[in-house]
């Protein structure tokens, strides 16, 4: 086995049978579920208004290429650089080309799974480069040295008590704090870093090809904050964001709104189209525009799996999943987790190594329910999952098990041989890994087809 899928086992094991995750989960969840249908209201039509989302992605996505194309166009125009990346490192290289040439020794950054993907922080901190993060969720992680739990809710998985704590031991102050206390001792904290950075860094909720530009969203002011204080503003997004037009943000921003957090729209929603312009006293004098790639080309070559590029990364597959409810977001150990990660994880590192995700999900098609944008998240684990058997990813014993399987199944003769204590000493026996957490089988005396024979005879 894979270490990362013996690392992904170990976690899971311990996490699900955590009660006191369990507890804080359940209770973050469960007021998640409880605003989402009001916020569904907004819609005179919810349905078709998320097939009006996929049908608007589709669009993107089948002309991806003329569609970046034109932004690249549009935003360059208007004095913005736009640089391709092809990997993580390269986007990596060139933030910290840039941050050289700023001589920035201190930057701030919004909340950006982007970022995470490509390991930003690690990177900049072994070059000496402070990175802060100010979204109050982030801002929590990394005082306590952890990645995102949830990619729209980082520290769901903290109650306020632990955060009380953290802040004192990290930054001294009374474990007594209120969550308004200790949101006042974030936001003094991170305005002083706001003054010393060189850089801001932020993400992109959406790429707006029509008018060149990229679309923030969030709740703090943060990000509005990391495009607009430091003298250099640096974006860096995944190609698959994009949407045609500014108009299609009408229809975006609150189906957003309403399956990440369950409001009709966000607090702060911001339209970027550039760096500071001649007349203008507000912006940064120079905003870059890193496209990342990093395997993402790969999911748009495969007809099949393509679609998953139509997440808005809304989290709500992440809310809706009994698997991630049970085992967390940590356990997956990857920048996206839930379905919508064991979806593109294999395909944007490697399949060999990642593939195990798509097998961690029950199939019950909870994920496909709920996606905002209706990608049938739980047919590409199926997808996922035969594309590593076509690799040959099964062990010799797995091909036998299932041969004989088959065969059983397609001869009832088979199925009739043996009595129930022969059919509970093969299974109990040869089924070691299905019984690690579960009881013996116990076979009935007589089998489905005796009774039916029982009943009914021969017919
Ligand atoms: S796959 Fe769908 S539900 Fe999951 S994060 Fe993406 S848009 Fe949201």
Redesign the pocket.
Known sequence: MKETAADFIAKSAEKAGDRDHRQKINFTIGRYDAVVPNAKEQFAHVHLAREKAKNIKWKAIETLDKQLEKFEAAITKRGAKVIWAETAEQAREEILRICKEKNCRSLVKSKSMVTEEIELNEFLEEHQIESVETDLGEYIQQLDNEPPYH?VTPAMHKSKEDVAKLFSEKLGTDPALTPEELTLVARKTLREKYMEAEVGITGANFIIADIGAIAVTENEGNARLSCAWPRTHIVVTGIEKMIPSLHDLALFWPLLAT?GTGQRITVYNTIVTGPKQPGESDGPDDMYVILLDNGRTNILANEKTRESLY???????LNACPVYKNIGGHSYATAYSG??GSVITPHLKNLDDWKHLSYASSLCGN?TE????K?N?HELLLENRRESVDDGDTGFAERIGWKMWRQAMLHRGLMNMGNSAMKNWVVNKFMPEWKKNRGNMNFPKKSFNQMWREKYGNR
Do not use: D, N
């Open positions: 990619i399956y997440c808005i990364r809304c989290g709500a597959c379905p919508i994920c709920v996606c905002a944008v990608i998240l």
